[in-house]
């Protein structure tokens, strides 16, 4: 199993940017797909993005596609998601998570993805 930790969420203006980061504690890093979820409070958990294990292909949900990128350490056993030019829109508590497969890496769907973090508030401002 892996443990998984966000950081780096916070009150931003729109327009402006916040690079995210989940730290994982895992052997073989490597062999975890990790991903991006999202969530308001009332609604379901939205995928944002996710990254294979080794780090050589991305998925990104299209409302975020040309302003957010999922990247991956595997030496710092961590995953970053930079997100750029926020949006009101993008207000929601973010989590990180991991699942121990290299074919389901693109799954969308959060029942797919067995390991979660707390989660780290970023919240944009008009």
């Known amino acids: 199993q892996v443990q998984l930790v966000e950081s780096g969420g916070g009150l931003v203006q729109a327009g402006g940017s916040l690079r995210l980061s989940c730290a994982g504690s895992?052997?073989?890093?490597?062999?975890?797909?990790l991903s991006w979820f999202r969530q308001v409070p009332g609604k379901e958990r939205e995928f944002v993005a996710a990254i294979n294990g080794i780090g050589s292909a991305t998925s990104i949900a299209d409302s975020v596609k040309d302003r957010f990128t999922i990247s991956r350490d595997n030496a710092k056993n961590t995953v970053n998601l930079q997100m750029n030019s926020l949006k009101p829109e993008d207000t929601a508590l973010y989590y990180c998570?991991?699942?121990?497969?290299?074919?389901?890496?693109?799954?969308?769907?959060?029942?797919?993805?067995?390991?979660w973090g707390q989660g780290t508030q970023v919240t944009v401002s008009s």
């Open positions: 895992a052997r073989s890093f490597s062999n975890y797909a």
């Open positions: 998570a991991a699942v121990y497969s290299a074919i389901q890496w693109r799954a969308r769907g959060p029942d797919s993805w067995d390991y």
